[in-house]
């Protein structure tokens, strides 16, 4: 049940839209436990962002799960994604920030899991 959050600044496309979620999907099934087809992503394009001193083509990206996930979790979610956002929105690596949030309370269908 993860969420992820897509932030940039660059305008973004339904096609691409659908790429970002299916490739973005099997990225968060990197982490153990998380399988595909349970994440829901939030696309926010066209947003003001602003990174060392330039408007350039940037983006944001956070990632929340239910329950912890380990460091040595999160370093390869981050390469998939960071080159997932890289390569189809032609964003410069060094300009996607990657985020990661883990929660122990998570809800869903009226339940907490």
């Not at 600044?9 to 349970?38: F, M, Q, R, T």
């Amino acid at each position: 049940m993860p969420f992820v959050n897509v932030k940039t600044n660059v305008s973004v496309n339904k096609e691409v839209h659908n790429k970002l979620y299916n490739e973005i999907d099997c990225a968060i099934a990197l982490i153990p436990c998380i399988e595909k087809g349970w994440t829901m992503v939030n696309f926010e394009d066209n947003c003001i962002l602003w990174f060392e001193n330039s408007d350039a083509p940037a983006a944001m990206v956070e990632v929340s799960v239910w329950g912890d996930i380990l460091d040595n979790n999160c370093q390869p979610v981050t390469k998939k994604i960071t080159d997932i956002i890289n390569s189809l929105l032609s964003i410069d690596k060094n300009r996607i920030y990657v985020n990661f949030f883990s929660t122990p309370y998570w809800g869903c269908g009226g339940n907490n899991y």
